[in-house]
Structure formats: structure tokens, C-alpha cells
């Protein structure tokens, strides 16, 4: 059993758990939390790293005692490995700013640096202020760790996982290319489509997400560090952010630099915004993928079988749902909420500050890990297994719109009407055509050949088309 102790901050006394590593500003910021949320561990982590690397930067530059350097920089360090997660006690909604999320991170590393020291917690031989958090303000280090949090998962989560999901409609591309069904268009039928041209399509579509995604990342490399308050650079050493920069860049493999301007950057969070922006995207366009295989893997198609993962019914022996399918589908609208307050807190900076950078934080890395999480369970889950079924090609040579062929020879209504009499009669068009052309039978079976239809658009040995 820790004895309570009792600290002091500017605004007086404040009892403290005696085991814990925070220290009054953490306290006074839990004391009123309400929500039962956190600010992402990413976040802090992230945080964490900025804080290790400045105090060896403030070390180096002889403007902390070195043995103080030297005990912040590991403190911190332990802080970024996830050593010290329970002691990060601030609730999501706090200040604006992310004020109390910054002090929680400079009062845990100050007392475990104190720690270090064989000093005692609380008495500031490790000052949270004046060493832990030397040349850095809560208005730039903040938004700075929260693009590194967002570059760490985005390039070790998501990329990743839009990459293996494009691979794997490529090798559904190749795997089906024989298979010729209906194309649909207005949910109606349409002229024939390999199952591969679809799959081609879908590769294509996701690549084009994933490029947005990685430019809108490529835009977070540039860091508000040392901007400090108003983005003046006030408090900050002249070279002090560049070179946190690059040391970050250096230890963690995460390519970043000092923003050129800070004046344009800490009053808005334009590229987070941006990012959200790209990741919304990108789940629409999953959104519509899994939505087709869902429709083709159901009763009413039948086109497709995905895995059966569980029993689909507490009442109905022997059924099966497409549950990962919904799943990400759920996953996917998700992100048009975190996109919205992303968005809409955006547009509440106030003159040189944002004031709802812990909520951008929250939806920003969950959209993230939410569309990576989507991408990959639908590939390990769903699209692993996935086969074409005898039902995929069984109605193409019944379908109407074949005549469509026919239009170049003889005329768009006459290939109208051959369309509607096949339909109507329940016959094929290429037995129409026979009764009704005088196209010769060798050439008309080549017009109406499904598969010469579907033309080579999205073949291995054919290039698509600019």
C-alpha cells in the first residue's frame, strides 16, 4: 500500500496516489473526466518518442543537466514501448488543445525520471515543464504526435492491408478469367463481364484509394514542432525542431521534417483532415466491392460461395450469413461518421489554435485502424475462399442484351426487337438472330460468343487502355 503524497502546481495543492507516476496537472484533468475514454495510446506513444528525442536534442545542446537528459530520454522510451499505458488517466474530452494528455506524458516521464535518479516522485528534480517539455508547446508537439500516430498505423497497418487486399483480387482476376457472367448495369442485366474483369476492376479501383491515401499520409510528414504557442516559435531554440525531426526520422525509420510555416498549420488541421478525407474514400469504394459479393454470394445469384465461418441463425438449423461482409460493411459506414467530425472540427480553430484535436485525434486513428481492420479480415475471412459457382456463366447465353452484337449489322431497332422477342419468349438470342437474319450461322455464333464480347480489357496480356 502506496501513502498518498501531495504536489503543487500554479493553481495549489493537489493529493496524488502515492504509486502513481502522473502528478496535480493529471489529477486536476481526471478529476472532472466523464466519458470513460482515452486519448489513442498511439497518440502518447507517439508523444513519448517526441519527448525522448528532444531531451537528448536539449541535452546535447546543454540546456538540461546531462544525467537529467539522460533519465527524461529512457523514462520516455519506456513511456513509448507501452510500459507505463495505465498510468495515462485524461479523459478523451478534455481541453481543446490536448493540454492535460501533453502534462499526463510530461509528469509520467519527469517522475520515472526521477525514478531513475533515486529520487522521489513529485519533487520535480525532473521538471515536467522546464525539462520534459523544453522548446515544445502542448499547441505543436500535440498535432505533431498525432501525424506521427497516424503515419506509424497508416504505414504499418493500412497500406499493408489495401496492398494484400489488391494482390489478392488480382489473383481472383487471374484465378476466374475463364468464367463469363452477366455484366449489370442499373441492377439489370447487361453485356457478359468475366468474373476476372470484375476482380480486375475491383485491383484498380482500390490501387487509386490507396495512392490518395498514401499522398494524404505523405502530407502529415510535415511537423508543426516548433511553433510552439501561436506558431511564433516562441520558447523554442533556433534548430531545435529541424533537428527533433531528424533524429525521429533517424531512430523510428518515420520520415518527417519541420513545417516551413508554422503560422499556416497550428490554427487548423487541414492535412489530418485531408487524410480522413482519403480513408472515407477508400472505404466507400470497399463499401461497393463487398456489397457486390455479398449480392453475388446470396440466394438470389448464387454466383459466388464465400467460407461459412458460423451458424447464421439461433432459430434456423444449417444456416449461413455473410458475416464478414457485414461486418465490414458496418466497418465501412463508420467512416463517414469519423470523416464528419474530423471535418466539422476542423473548421472550429479558433484564430492560432484548434481547440478539438483530441476528438480529431480519436476519429482519425480509428478510421484508420477501422478501414486496415476491414481490408483484412475480408481478405483472411472472406475472399481466401471464395469460389465461382456453376450459376456464374449458367444465364449468359440466355441473356437479351447479347443482341447488343447485333446493332453494328443490322441496325439498332432491329437488334431491339430480336432482344425482345428472345426475352419475351424465353429463348436465346442467337436462336432469334437464326430465324430472323440472314446473318450467316458460323458468323452469327462468333457475334453472339460470350466470351469474344467481354473483349481482353484487363488481361494479363492486354494493357488497359488510358
Not at 546531462?66 to 499505458?85: C, S, W
Not at 484509394?209 to 533556433?238: F, K, M, N, S, W
Request: glycine fraction near 8%; hydrophobic fraction near 45%.
Amino acid at each position: 500500500m502506496h501513502a498518498n503524497r501531495l504536489e503543487h502546481d500554479s493553481v495549489g495543492a493537489v493529493t496524488i496516489p502515492g504509486n502513481a507516476l502522473y502528478g496535480a496537472q493529471t489529477a486536476r484533468a481526471a478529476a472532472w473526466s466523464f466519458s470513460g475514454r482515452r486519448l489513442p495510446l498511439a497518440v502518447i506513444h507517439a508523444l513519448a518518442r517526441i519527448k525522448a528525442v528532444a531531451a537528448h536534442q536539449n541535452g546535447a545542446a546543454n540546456r538540461m543537466p546531462q544525467a537529467i537528459a539522460d533519465a527524461t530520454e529512457r523514462a520516455a522510451l519506456e513511456v513509448a514501448e507501452g510500459h507505463h499505458d495505465a498510468q495515462f488517466v485524461v479523459d478523451l474530452f478534455q481541453t481543446g488543445s490536448a493540454t492535460s494528455s501533453n502534462m499526463n506524458v510530461n509528469e509520467v516521464v519527469a517522475n520515472r525520471a526521477a525514478d531513475l535518479l533515486g529520487a522521489s516522485r513529485g519533487n520535480k528534480t525532473v521538471h515536467p515543464n522546464d525539462h520534459v517539455n523544453l522548446g515544445q508547446s502542448s499547441n505543436d508537439v500535440m498535432p505533431s504526435a498525432v501525424q506521427l500516430a497516424l503515419l506509424d498505423l497508416g504505414g504499418r497497418r493500412l497500406l499493408p492491408a489495401l496492398s494484400t487486399l489488391v494482390e489478392r483480387c488480382h489473383a481472383l482476376a487471374d484465378a476466374n478469367w475463364h468464367v463469363v457472367r452477366d455484366g449489370r448495369t442499373h441492377l439489370m442485366r447487361a453485356t457478359p463481364i468475366r468474373l476476372g474483369q470484375q476482380f480486375r476492376g475491383y485491383a484498380t479501383q482500390l490501387t487509386e484509394a490507396a495512392d490518395r491515401v498514401r499522398e494524404a499520409l505523405d502530407h502529415c510528414r510535415a511537423l508543426p514542432l516548433g511553433g510552439t504557442a501561436v506558431g511564433t516559435g516562441i520558447g523554442c531554440p533556433p534548430g531545435f525542431a529541424a533537428a527533433v525531426c531528424d533524429e525521429i526520422t533517424r531512430r523510428f525509420g518515420q520520415q518527417v521534417h519541420e513545417h516551413a510555416n508554422h503560422l499556416g498549420v497550428q490554427g487548423g488541421l487541414d492535412r489530418i483532415t485531408w487524410l480522413v478525407a482519403a480513408v472515407r474514400s477508400a472505404g466507400t469504394t470497399l463499401y461497393k466491392i463487398v456489397a457486390d459479393l455479398r449480392l453475388q454470394a446470396s440466394d438470389m445469384l448464387g454466383e459466388l460461395t464465400m467460407p461459412a465461418l458460423q451458424p447464421g441463425s439461433s432459430i434456423m438449423p444449417g444456416k449461413t450469413n455473410p458475416v464478414v461482409c457485414e461486418a465490414a460493411l458496418m466497418a465501412c459506414a463508420q467512416l463517414y461518421g469519423n470523416d464528419a467530425v474530423v471535418a466539422f472540427a476542423n473548421s472550429q480553430g479558433q484564430f492560432e489554435l484548434n481547440t478539438m484535436l483530441p476528438i480529431v485525434a480519436h476519429n482519425a486513428l480509428e478510421a484508420v485502424l477501422l478501414l486496415a481492420g476491414a481490408a483484412e479480415v475480408l481478405v483472411r475471412h472472406g475472399l481466401e475462399g471464395l469460389q465461382a459457382t456453376a450459376n456464374a456463366g449458367a444465364a449468359v447465353a440466355h441473356n437479351p442484351m447479347l443482341a447488343t452484337a447485333l446493332a453494328p449489322v443490322i441496325g439498332y431497332d432491329r437488334a431491339a426487337e430480336i432482344a425482345r422477342r428472345a426475352a419475351r419468349e424465353g429463348r436465346t438470342v442467337l436462336e432469334v438472330a437464326r430465324e430472323t437474319t440472314e446473318i450467316d450461322a458460323d458468323r452469327l455464333a462468333a457475334l453472339l460468343d460470350p466470351a469474344k464480347l467481354c473483349g481482353q480489357f484487363g488481361s494479363n496480356t492486354e494493357p488497359e487502355v488510358e
